[in-house]
């Protein structure tokens, strides 16, 4: 499980790709500034700024660790002293940019660069007052050139999706009845994490945390909760709203475990179901509901097929099971998707969800997760993983689907 | 260990200073949308805004979910369907500042709004076109407003520092000589964790991130890093750059722990050092030198004392020791700080740094590291976190502080 680094080709092609896109939407250039992002385009992730422009070569403009730096990217490192030397610094490499005083247009990821620091960067960009210069919204335009993954990505992903199956198996072995939510996900966690789990979830949106993932039994999984997602969970107090609780877990409840795992930055997102003893009939019906979506998403997991059509197909059989209500959280508090692109962040693109029309792709890594919420008695449903092939979906989650029993 | 919530007075007497803040500054209000400034100001950490006028009643205007947030929250909670909708709600709530035409000056926090949800919120503020309401940064208002804790927030740090302390020196007890940082780190973090660590750290400054801590032993801790603090740690890769890697444990290595906890939304921040065997004699005499700063800086955390002093001290103190070039990093990769405010964030303020001239007030908490140094050969420091008080600084920090001995 050790890293295998990519090839210096991988970054290069990727920036490639952003070009294209930059020369094809008529921008001069993209500055890249989450850690996530510099990462995704150097192969390092040490603090400052990615400058690629719409031609030429990309520079990686590096406060600090620059010997990290120069050690891992792919393309050329210069150390950025202050943020007043930036503009000097665009200035001597891209002199027919920045020197030239002519207009530019450069795209920034604006989804996630808080307000104070993208203002500093505009003023950079537009330099002497009276420029006309922008710098404007590309966090779609890098969003999108993430949907596709690579080999090397693909690889990573299940690398933690065999993580997470062993270290799910390892904690179910002591899963009994009258352990508390938070005990059972400690142990999960500790077996995640000595599989080279890095400790973190990374998540894109604005205010959303993932605490590896969420694991409710019995009403706690069924509770509304600020999270965009089909089960929150109960949490650990108001300051820790979502995940475990301290609730313990009894017999007959369903419980759901939806994990998550980041080997070497790219992360696996699965749901399992477990209980002590047996579920409820009815409850029992909707988990095999919920697998019977799976079956029909990966048979409609093909290239060219648009996002939003597997979420429409998901709502119908809901329907026809006349579950509807219930599914994807109940009521008033249903989420309106059935899945989400994960990589390096746990909500990449696409969504299936209504409005996504792009047709899918070769190389897309999408996590599905069919789910039923009953307030007051839990929720059941699965989730797997896959990256979608010229064949159709390959899955890249490993553990088993069967409902997990202890007696 | 289980949640007292605090009185909703407390979340009012926030809102109330909050005002005070406002009226000082001539701005007509502020529109809070971090969850952790929700959390800080209403008791819930619910999906919304909250927008606190400079007079008048607080309202938290929710997403999701309603019901949480009403349960929760000590000001008036409002469904908010939509961000088109806010103007209107605003409108209703507070005609005199959203419904009478005039210009107004609403603060929010900059700092952590991303650019595109900024933008968005402009708008909504400026509402039609033509008028010159402003929403402007009031990052620095909230920074201040938290950097003095009551008495239910240090309770809750305390709390944190328990669990530390315990998670700790169970952990200690199975250290042993060719363990990796990883399985180390992994065995503390579960003590953490079923002790009611929510399972993240959370932290303000964009692209920082912290995974539990930061757990080295010998070169790996000491390898310049991209994080703001004076050991980052090797990592476990190019994409979690920071913190343990799967180096194996040696003898006679400082293994520097540097751990955070949080309860309850609160955190701890502490560093002990153990060792397998013995510390080579200058390391040793190092580890005693980060113990007398700690010291020192006790002696000087009284109220009215600038914080940089506290630095400057430290400085001092490093630079009469020999050791100038190994204080808090070396060399060019040197952080310049001694410590940090904590609370619901590890990076809070007041910083212990220049240019940080602020006096020190009661109820403030800061996290002290003094740490030195030494590449190739490790780090060794210590950290505790003290709360100011009308007599001096006051401990919060549980664990001994002698150097871990495992023979």
């Not at 989804?111 to 006309?132: C, F, M, N």
């Not at 922008?134 to 992903?157: N, W």
């Not at 095999?288 to 998901?314: D, F, H």
Request: hydrophobic share 45%.
């Amino acid at each position: 499980m050790s890293l295998q680094a990519p090839d210096k080709q991988e970054f290069l092609s990727r920036i490639n790709r952003l070009q294209q896109a930059l020369r094809a939407q008529g921008s001069d250039g993209f500055l890249a500034t989450q850690h996530i992002a510099l990462y995704y385009l150097t192969g390092s992730m040490q603090a400052g700024y990615v400058f690629v422009p719409a031609e030429g070569n990309a520079v990686f403009y590096v406060r600090r660790s620059i010997d990290r730096a120069q050690a891992e990217s792919a393309v050329r490192v210069e150390p950025l002293p202050s943020l007043r030397a930036f503009r000097l610094l665009l200035k001597q490499d891209y002199p027919q940019l920045f020197a030239s005083g002519q207009e530019i247009t450069i795209l920034t990821e604006m989804d996630v660069l808080p307000a104070q620091t993208y203002t500093k960067l505009a003023q950079v960009i537009a330099g002497e007052s009276g420029s006309r210069s922008v710098l404007t919204d590309g966090s779609a335009m890098l969003r999108r050139l993430r949907m596709v993954k690579s080999a090397f990505e693909i690889g990573r992903i299940e690398a933690a999706a065999a993580a997470a199956a062993e270290a799910l198996a390892e904690a179910v072995a002591e899963l009994k009845e009258g352990m508390t939510e938070l005990a059972f996900m400690a142990r999960i966690e500790y077996g995640l994490r000595i599989r080279g789990h890095i400790g973190l979830m990374r998540t894109r949106s604005y205010n959303m945390e993932i605490m590896t993932g969420m694991l409710g039994a019995g009403d706690a999984a069924a509770e509304p909760s600020a999270f965009d997602g089909p089960a929150g969970g109960r949490g650990l107090g108001p300051a820790a709203p979502q995940s475990v609780s301290r609730r313990v877990i009894g017999r007959g409840e369903p419980i759901l475990i939806d994990i998550g795992c980041c080997i070497d930055g790219y992360v696996i997102d699965q749901t399992r179901m477990a209980v002590i003893g047996s579920l409820p009939d009815d409850l029992a019906a909707a988990y095999k509901q919920s697998v019977a979506i799976m079956r029909e998403t990966e048979r409609l997991m093909l290239p060219g097929t648009p996002s939003e059509s597997l979420y429409a197909a998901a709502l119908t059989q809901a329907a026809d099971a006349g579950l509807s209500q219930h599914f994807m959280g109940y009521g008033v508090n249903q989420v309106k998707f059935l899945g989400h692109g994960i990589g390096l962040e746990v909500d990449e693109w696409p969504v299936l969800a209504r409005g996504f029309t792009d047709p899918l792709e070769p190389g897309m890594v999408i996590a599905v997760e069919p789910k039923f919420t009953f307030p007051g008695r839990g929720v059941v449903g699965i989730e797997n993983s896959y990256v979608v092939t010229a064949q159709g979906a390959r899955q890249l989650t490993k553990s088993s689907e069967e409902l997990i029993i202890v007696t």
